[in-house]
Every structure is written in structure tokens, then in C-alpha cells.
């Protein structure tokens, strides 16, 4: 891997490569398309397709689930096989196509099979969306020069969030206004909203390669998630059909060594503590993820006319990446500092109070529904449970993602990020089993049962991390 002294910049660009911004733009228009899409998807679902509140909101965690699962087959393809830049610019493309045949089937003169179209089109753009969002993660974390650039790498990771945030709040805040349009002899104009993000892809797709000369190119290593997975498994078998009379190894992966070298063995451990470190994460993305279904159907049952303006029930989740960047710098500079003084500094510390910060949330919303439930009131209500969630996603989200490409095997960082996203995925799919169950005849006990769980969760994380050592300490 070669770094010229041309990828630098004089002054606050020695610690920011050429590359980076071409990166970062890329990453603000992926969430763009990503959340534009899923701002209007929920109630296109629901008074379009005419699915009723359930089935909308698990077909609508189904597409979430699938969109941060396919990280884990970009990050492969881009780790293993075509590398990161190529792996980007294909599935950039895929990802285009995918939202532009979920526009076209939205324009009923055409009289298309919506239904059949639509979930084809979902399956095409979560196959991209996904395969892009790990990827660009790590090309951007491959820019730096680790250990040499690590404080400019965390600060490069805040900075990732911000514009994560910016597309988020583009996409949230635009889409819902766009819909409203009529178009197509229609009274309403999804086609539009979902369209706008397959042009912004493209536009991503022109920008990457115009950083091309910029960028540094990791070639792509032999399959090493496979070399993972064999690992394991031959460490399980010979642990199991070991002689009893062979000295007994300190770790079972230790087995393994009949058929693999040290050094993956290692690697192999370390991907597994970070694993198990991130086991109980689903939960509290399942209570997160929320926000987007749950919370919007909340807020329908609210008084959206502020006076001089007035908030749709779609645009609500634009609250969260608003919220999420207005409260950056008082994480950076009030709350991680105070936390620093009692001895909370460390990434895990810092996801420790996302997830109460996540459970506080939730405890407010009950406080609203019960609101809702004697009167009609105004949905400046359900603010302040949109800003303690975007608080506890800022201690959370940054800080997992810093810990999995820093903590993780070189060979590997794309996985590592994408199973930070799978994370994601899973908690969506719980939300999809409970939805769909229909379990609950109370919203309250629902989001009782919610904060519950993930306080569980939250212990259980914490044994985790008291027990876990990263790689400097054993160094």
C-alpha cells in the first residue's frame, strides 16, 4: 500500500487525507437515498398498498432488517474479492436500480403490478444500499495510516456521523414533501420520492470516481470470512475429539492450529470477543428502530398544526438526525468530558449510556401515549423522546463503529464494520416477529416490555465488557 505526501493537505489536512471528502459526500447521499426511501415507505405500505398497521410496520422492519444484513455480503465482496472501490461503484449502481424500479412501479397510469414490483425493487436497493454502507465505512477508516493518524481517525469517525446525520435529516425532512406533490394524474407523487434517490446515487456513483486518483487501494486478501468460519469450526471439532491424554490448550481456537497458522487463530479470537461484546445490540436497536414505525403511528394520533406551520406524522423521524447533530457538540465537549472525570471515557463506557439513554427514551413515549389516550394533544409532545434517542444513538452508534474497525483484524475491517450493521438488522427482525405476532393489545405494555428487555440487555453488557481486554492490553 502506497501513501504519497500528495494525499495530504497543509494546516488541519495533514491529519484529513484528499480522499476523505469525496468519501463523506458519498456517504451523506447513500443515506440520503436510504432513509428517503424508508421516510415514505412505511405509510406508501399502508395507504397505497393498503396493508393495515401491522403488516406496514413488519414488512417495514423485513426491508430494514435486509438493509443493514447485506452489509456482511458487501463487506465480503469488498474485503475478499473485487476490493472496496469496485465493490462501491457496482453496488451504487444496484442500489440506483433498485429505487428506480420501486418509482416506476408507484405510477399507476402505467397500471404495473405495484405489489410484485415494489418488493423487487426493495430486494434489489437493500442488496445495494447494504453493500455500500459497510464498504464506504472502512474506505474511509483506510485512508488513515493506524497508529500514526489514530486521533485523526476518531476524529474522522465524528465527522462520518455528522454527514450520516445530514443525509439522514435530507432524506427524512424532503421525501415526505415530496410525496405530497400530485403527479401522474395521482393525488400524490411516491414515484417522485422514491426517484429522487435513485438520481442521488448516481450522483454518488460520479463523485467516487472522480476521487479516484485520491484514493488508497487496499487489494482484496483471500476470503478470510471463510477462513474465519473454517477456523471455528475445525477449533470445535478437534476441541470435541481431542485425545483426553493431549495437554489441555488454553482456548479452544487453539485447536485449530493443526490445520490453520497463529496468526489468523488470533484474529479469529479477537473477532469472536467483539462478537460477543456486540450480542446483546440487537435489543437495543430494536428499541431504537422504533422511532420509525411506532413513533410515526404516535404520532398520527396527534395535533400536527403548530400554528404557523404544520408537522406531518412521516416528518417526525426527521427529528432524529436534527437532534443527533444539534447535540454533537455538547457530547463532544460537555457530556463525554464529565462522564471522562468519573472514569466513563472508554467506546464500551460510551455505548453503556446509549442503551439507558435509549430505555429513558422510551419511558418518556409511554409518558406521551398516555397523553394521547385522554386527549388530543399537540405532537410537539413527542419531541423529547425524539432527543434523548438521538443523545443515546450519538454515545452509541459513533462508538461501535470506532471500536469494530479499531479493534478488529486488519484483514478484515469491512466485516468488522458490517457487523456493526448486522447488529442493526437483527434488532429490526425482532421488531418484525413482535409486530407481526401481534402480541400486545396495549401499546404501553409493549414498550414496557421493550425497556425491559434491553435492561437485561444492558447487564448483560456490562459482564461482557468487564471481561473483555482489547488488543493493546494484551499487547
Same mark, same amino acid.
Given at each position: 500500500?502506497?501513501? %504519497?505526501?500528495?494525499?495530504?493537505?497543509?494546516?488541519?489536512?495533514?491529519?484529513?487525507?484528499?480522499?476523505?471528502?469525496? =468519501?463523506?459526500?458519498?456517504?451523506?447521499?447513500?443515506?440520503?437515498?436510504?432513509?428517503? =426511501? /424508508?421516510?415514505?415507505?412505511?405509510?406508501?405500505?399502508?395507504?397505497? *398498498?393498503?396493508?393495515?398497521?401491522?403488516?406496514?410496520?413488519?414488512?417495514?422492519?423485513?426491508?430494514?432488517?435486509?438493509?443493514?444484513?447485506?452489509?456482511?455480503?458487501?463487506?465480503?465482496?469488498?474485503?475478499?474479492?473485487?476490493?472496496? +472501490?469496485?465493490?462501491?461503484?457496482?453496488?451504487?449502481?444496484?442500489?440506483?436500480?433498485?429505487?428506480?424500479?420501486?418509482?416506476?412501479?408507484?405510477?399507476?397510469?402505467?397500471?404495473?403490478?405495484?405489489? +410484485?414490483?415494489?418488493?423487487?425493487?426493495?430486494?434489489?436497493?437493500?442488496?445495494? &444500499?447494504?453493500?455500500?454502507?459497510?464498504?464506504?465505512?472502512?474506505?474511509?477508516? #483506510?485512508?488513515?495510516?493506524?497508529?500514526?493518524?489514530?486521533?485523526?481517525?476518531?476524529? @474522522?469517525?465524528?465527522?462520518?456521523?455528522?454527514?450520516?446525520?445530514?443525509?439522514?435529516?435530507?432524506?427524512?425532512?424532503?421525501?415526505?414533501?415530496?410525496?405530497?406533490?400530485?403527479?401522474?394524474? #395521482?393525488?400524490?407523487?411516491?414515484?417522485? !420520492?422514491?426517484?429522487?434517490? /435513485?438520481?442521488?446515487?448516481?450522483?454518488?456513483?460520479?463523485? *467516487?470516481?472522480?476521487?479516484?486518483?485520491? @484514493?488508497?487501494?487496499?487489494?482484496?486478501?483471500?476470503?478470510?470470512?471463510?477462513?474465519?468460519?473454517?477456523?471455528?469450526?475445525?477449533?470445535?471439532?478437534?476441541?470435541?475429539?481431542?485425545?483426553?491424554?493431549?495437554?489441555?490448550?488454553?482456548?479452544?481456537?487453539? +485447536?485449530?492450529?493443526?490445520?490453520?497458522?497463529?496468526?489468523?487463530?488470533?484474529?479469529?479470537?479477537?473477532?469472536?470477543?467483539?462478537?460477543?461484546?456486540? #450480542?446483546?445490540?440487537?435489543?437495543?436497536?430494536?428499541?431504537?428502530?422504533?422511532?420509525?414505525?411506532?413513533?410515526?403511528?404516535?404520532?398520527?394520533?396527534?395535533?400536527?398544526?403548530?400554528?404557523?406551520?404544520?408537522?406531518?406524522?412521516?416528518?417526525?423521524?426527521?427529528?432524529?438526525?436534527?437532534? /443527533?447533530?444539534?447535540?454533537?457538540?455538547?457530547?463532544?465537549?460537555?457530556?463525554?468530558?464529565?462522564?471522562?472525570?468519573?472514569?466513563?471515557?472508554?467506546?464500551?463506557?460510551?455505548?453503556?449510556?446509549?442503551? $439507558?439513554?435509549?430505555?429513558?427514551?422510551?419511558?418518556?413515549? =409511554?409518558?406521551?401515549?398516555?397523553?394521547?389516550?385522554?386527549?388530543?394533544?399537540?405532537?410537539?409532545?413527542?419531541?423529547?423522546?425524539?432527543?434523548?434517542?438521538?443523545?443515546?444513538?450519538?454515545? !452509541?452508534?459513533?462508538?461501535?463503529?470506532?471500536?469494530?474497525?479499531?479493534?478488529?483484524?486488519?484483514?478484515?475491517?469491512?466485516?468488522?464494520?458490517?457487523?456493526?450493521?448486522?447488529?442493526?438488522?437483527?434488532?429490526? *427482525?425482532?421488531?418484525?416477529?413482535? &409486530? !407481526? %405476532?401481534?402480541?400486545?393489545? %396495549?401499546?404501553? $405494555?409493549?414498550?414496557?416490555?421493550?425497556?425491559?428487555?434491553?435492561?437485561?440487555?444492558?447487564?448483560?453488557?456490562?459482564?461482557?465488557?468487564?471481561?473483555?481486554?482489547?488488543?493493546?492490553?494484551?499487547?
Amino acid at each position: 500500500m502506497k501513501l %504519497s505526501t500528495e494525499n495530504k493537505i497543509s494546516g488541519i489536512g495533514r491529519k484529513i487525507p484528499k480522499a476523505v471528502p469525496f =468519501i463523506l459526500l458519498n456517504i451523506l447521499l447513500e443515506r440520503y437515498s436510504t432513509t428517503g =426511501i /424508508s421516510s415514505v415507505l412505511l405509510l406508501f405500505l399502508h395507504n397505497k *398498498l393498503s396493508f393495515d398497521q401491522g403488516t406496514s410496520t413488519a414488512l417495514f422492519h423485513t426491508n430494514e432488517f435486509l438493509s443493514y444484513f447485506f452489509p456482511i455480503l458487501g463487506a465480503i465482496l469488498g474485503d475478499s474479492y473485487w476490493g472496496l +472501490y469496485k465493490t462501491l461503484t457496482i453496488m451504487s449502481l444496484v442500489f440506483a436500480a433498485g429505487s428506480g424500479i420501486i418509482s416506476i412501479s408507484g405510477i399507476e397510469l402505467l397500471h404495473l403490478p405495484v405489489i +410484485y414490483l415494489t418488493i423487487f425493487g426493495l430486494i434489489i436497493s437493500v442488496i445495494g &444500499s447494504g453493500s455500500v454502507r459497510a464498504n464506504l465505512t472502512a474506505f474511509g477508516g #483506510s485512508q488513515y495510516q493506524v497508529p500514526e493518524q489514530n486521533e485523526s481517525l476518531k476524529l @474522522y469517525f465524528s465527522i462520518q456521523l455528522v454527514f450520516l446525520k445530514m443525509g439522514s435529516l435530507l432524506g427524512r425532512a424532503i421525501n415526505p414533501i415530496l410525496k405530497e406533490n400530485s403527479c401522474f394524474d #395521482s393525488h400524490d407523487c411516491y414515484p417522485l !420520492a422514491f426517484g429522487i434517490p /435513485s438520481l442521488a446515487m448516481l450522483t454518488a456513483l460520479l463523485l *467516487l470516481i472522480c476521487g479516484k486518483s485520491f @484514493y488508497i487501494h487496499k487489494a482484496p486478501t483471500d476470503n478470510i470470512f471463510l477462513k474465519v468460519c473454517g477456523c471455528v469450526k475445525c477449533g470445535l471439532k478437534e476441541f470435541f475429539t481431542r485425545n483426553k491424554k493431549i495437554e489441555k490448550k488454553n482456548h479452544w481456537l487453539d +485447536y485449530a492450529i493443526i490445520k490453520y497458522d497463529q496468526k489468523l487463530i488470533d484474529d479469529t479470537k479477537q473477532v469472536l470477543r467483539i462478537l460477543i461484546i456486540f #450480542s446483546p445490540m440487537p435489543i437495543y436497536w430494536a428499541v431504537y428502530m422504533q422511532q420509525s414505525s411506532k413513533w410515526i403511528f404516535q404520532a398520527t394520533r396527534t395535533n400536527g398544526n403548530i400554528g404557523w406551520f404544520t408537522i406531518k406524522p412521516d416528518q417526525m423521524i426527521a427529528l432524529n438526525p436534527l437532534f /443527533s447533530i444539534l447535540l454533537m457538540a455538547f457530547c463532544n465537549y460537555v457530556l463525554f468530558p464529565l462522564l471522562a472525570k468519573i472514569k466513563i471515557h472508554t467506546l464500551l463506557h460510551k455505548i453503556a449510556i446509549g442503551i $439507558i439513554l435509549c430505555c429513558v427514551a422510551f419511558g418518556i413515549a =409511554i409518558f406521551t401515549e398516555i397523553m394521547i389516550q385522554k386527549s388530543f394533544i399537540s405532537i410537539l409532545w413527542l419531541f423529547p423522546q425524539f432527543a434523548v434517542l438521538a443523545l443515546a444513538e450519538n454515545c !452509541a452508534f459513533a462508538s461501535m463503529l470506532n471500536f469494530a474497525f479499531t479493534e478488529g483484524p486488519t484483514s478484515m475491517k469491512s466485516v468488522m464494520t458490517a457487523c456493526v450493521f448486522v447488529t442493526i438488522a437483527f434488532g429490526n *427482525l425482532i421488531v418484525t416477529i413482535v &409486530s !407481526a %405476532s401481534k402480541l400486545f393489545s %396495549s401499546q404501553i $405494555i409493549e414498550y414496557l416490555f421493550f425497556i425491559g428487555v434491553l435492561l437485561v440487555a444492558l447487564f448483560v453488557f456490562l459482564f461482557f465488557i468487564s471481561k473483555f481486554k482489547n488488543n493493546r492490553e494484551e499487547k
